[in-house]
């Protein structure tokens, strides 16, 4: 028995190592796959019933272990939609560009090299979608004021496909305007200054204020007109065409209502502008008691700065994301608006994911749950912008366990063939 059993030990063997030389030959394949994880081969004995006096061989097996949680290089890539995990997590991909709501596979995978494909999807090499929370209108208002994005769930309910097409122009109404003047002290005639104004369209149009001397110490009159707008008219509430000053040139705020809010009101001439009437604007003139904004002092009329907040239009022009996960649309006039938030799916065990074709895992019994997590918080590793993860394979460490596993090959071979040959050893013996 202890022939044949030596034989079937050998025949494990060479099972055992044929498997690890696809293991080997598989991360050598992939040591240039974006995001591709390595695996290593482990073996464990095989034990039959064994006594004190005699020894009966087992052998060995082997089994892939994924070193599914190991930390890729980073590398820095020029286009802004590829992504790299620094930490643990994956991004949530699915097969169908309708996202988890539809009939594709939903996985996870740590290649992060997206592109906008022609329907406007961010897909990647493997052609999954990246899922992501897409923000509504009052959600991306309220992250431009200043709110930090927050993911409205921790399960993949809810996930869509990120798309960036049908994104609208963005323009701003101008709403508020800041003026930095100087009126003279001495002024008997009226002084002007153009302010640019934009209308809901975006569209720039140029709007004369002038300030009059109103004959009472220290105090303007203010009027406003659109000198080439056809019948656009800007007018001034009742009572707040008022600018008062100090003795000293300083603002008198108590005494001025031209810094009252919505002061001044335009209507738009429809064959000048499209914008919505009325435009309400509120002048800011400077803090009271200083010459922050307007002063009244011997020296001649100035104007420092006029600053606005409107905005004029701008089309769609690119996507960026950010090392939190958000995503936002950039126009052509500088402005941003944030479209979408990619989660970091973490699991209890990711080591126990199972893995699928295109670089890809799916969840287990032995991984877990998947929970959505934004980048950088909990367990999820942050994201890293123009950037891909590099495989973790190490061509010289695989270069050595080839070297090892063919060694160990042709040994079990050795072993089969020497068991063979007692076997036809003791097959020749003659009998008596």
């Not at 025949?11 to 390595?38: E, P, Q, R, W």
């Amino acid at each position: 028995m202890s022939i044949l059993g030596a034989m079937y030990a050998a025949v494990s063997g060479l099972n055992a190592n044929s498997n690890a030389l696809g293991i080997i030959s598989d991360n050598i394949a992939n040591s240039n796959t974006i995001g591709y994880k390595d695996t290593t081969t482990d073996f464990s004995t095989l034990v039959t019933q064994s006594t004190a006096s005699s020894y009966s061989p087992g052998g060995v097996t082997s089994k892939p272990l994924y070193n599914t949680a190991q930390q890729g290089s980073i590398q820095s890539e020029s286009s802004p939609t590829d992504l790299a995990i620094s930490g643990g997590g994956f991004f949530v991909v699915n097969s169908n560009a309708a996202g988890v709501s539809g009939t594709g596979t939903t996985s996870f995978t740590r290649a992060g090299n997206f592109t906008v494909d022609a329907n406007g999807d961010l897909v990647n090499a493997a052609g999954l979608y990246l899922q992501g929370q897409v923000l509504t209108p009052a959600q991306s208002a309220a992250i431009a004021a200043g709110a930090a994005p927050t993911l409205g769930g921790t399960t993949l309910a809810g996930l869509q496909t990120i798309n960036v097409n049908g994104i609208a122009e963005t323009a701003t109404p101008t709403a508020n305007v800041t003026l930095n003047a100087n009126l003279p002290a001495n002024a008997t005639s009226p002084e002007s200054m153009t302010v640019p104004v934009y209308d809901t369209e975006g569209i720039e149009h140029d709007l004369t204020v002038t300030f009059t001397p109103s004959g009472a110490a220290n105090t303007w009159t203010v009027s406003a007109a659109f000198n080439n707008a056809g019948t656009s008219t800007a007018t001034i509430a009742g009572g707040n065409d008022t600018v008062k000053f100090n003795s000293d040139g300083t603002l008198n705020a108590a005494g001025t209502t031209f810094n009252a809010a919505n002061a001044l009101q335009i209507a738009w001439d429809p064959s000048a502008s499209g914008g919505t009437s009325p435009q309400d604007v509120s002048f800011n003139l400077g803090a009271d008691g200083t010459t922050s904004g307007l002063s009244q002092l011997g020296s001649a009329f100035t104007v420092s700065d006029i600053s606005q907040d409107g905005v004029q239009f701008g089309s769609f022009s690119s996507v960026s994301i950010g090392a939190n996960g958000l995503v936002s649309a950039n126009f052509s006039n500088g402005q941003t608006r944030a479209i979408a938030i990619v989660p970091i799916a973490t699991f209890e065990d990711p080591d126990g994911l199972t893995p699928t074709s295109g670089n890809t895992y799916l969840e287990s019994a032995d991984s877990g749950l998947p929970l959505l997590e934004e980048a950088g918080t909990g367990a999820a590793g942050q994201i890293d912008p123009s950037s891909l993860e590099n495989s973790t394979v190490d061509i010289a460490g695989e270069f050595s366990q080839l070297i090892i596993t063919q060694n160990a090959y042709s040994a079990n071979s050795k072993v089969l063939t020497t068991a063979n040959q007692m076997t036809q050893a003791l097959l020749s013996i003659q009998v008596g």
